[in-house]
């Protein structure tokens, strides 16, 4: 069964610190892996997905298929990336299994 | 069309009534989704439509829950004897391009926020 976990509820850092949310997924075909992001008071949105290779707002993400993981990362962390993060898998047609989220706060 | 709208935002009732939630996606989307997050977890999946056809629902929808689309554009959540253990945040979501990535990617609404008491 398709699974993702997200090990960290809270992850606390300081102002221009790296910054590494930790997704771990299990699946049994290709997967198609996003990372959403919820910020205070503000709906879920996308905040990128693997297949692009992009870069959003300093943010990157790589799979790596060996380790079954889609870890976030940012070099130096800004206070507005305090939100909550959400790493989802597309079983199909969109039906996405979403992990429990983790809370990030920078701290000035 | 400013996006993924959901009424109420919030609604309490007590343990044993009926309620209904009203999803109106982004007018050119053809799918929409229903999914529930409760406190502390991420969302769950719970059913999707393509135009007014239901595709796909999860065992988490039991029979005291029932979502409609009937002219393939809003979609209604309608849940039938509330029980505490419903008590949620219930996420309406469409599916379109993408203005980010022009991939085919998720648009959230604001979510519709159920207390049972």
């Known amino acids: 069964a398709q699974r993702v976990t997200q090990p960290e509820k809270l992850l606390s850092v300081f102002k221009g610190a790296p910054v590494e949310l930790k997704c771990n997924y299990s699946y049994s075909g290709s997967p198609e892996l996003f990372w959403y992001v919820q910020y205070s008071r503000q709906r879920l949105q996308l905040l990128l997905r693997h297949i692009s290779r992009e870069s959003i707002k300093g943010f990157t993400a790589d799979l790596n298929k060996g380790e079954t993981s889609f870890h976030l990362k940012k070099p130096f962390a800004q206070e507005e990336d305090s939100a909550m993060y959400y790493c989802?898998?597309?079983?199909?047609?969109?039906?996405?299994?979403f992990g429990g989220g983790t809370r990030l706060m920078v701290k000035p | 069309d400013t996006g993924v709208s959901q009424d109420p935002r919030h609604k309490i009732t007590k343990r044993g009534q009926n309620v209904t939630f009203r999803c109106d996606p982004i007018?050119?989307?053809?799918?929409l989704y229903w999914y529930r997050q409760t406190l502390g977890q991420g969302p769950e999946f719970l059913t999707y439509?393509?135009?007014?056809?239901?595709?796909?629902k999860s065992r988490l929808l039991s029979d005291r829950f029932s979502a409609e689309r009937p002219k393939g554009s809003f979609s209604t959540l309608e849940i039938q004897r509330t029980e505490q253990g419903d008590s949620a945040m219930y996420l309406c979501a469409s599916n379109g391009l993408s203005r980010l990535s022009g991939a085919n990617v998720l648009t959230f609404g604001a979510g519709s926020r159920l207390t049972v008491l």
């Open positions: 439509f393509q135009n007014e056809a239901q595709l796909e």
């Open positions: 007018s050119e989307h053809n799918r």
């Open positions: 989802a898998l597309n079983n199909a047609g969109n039906m996405l299994t």
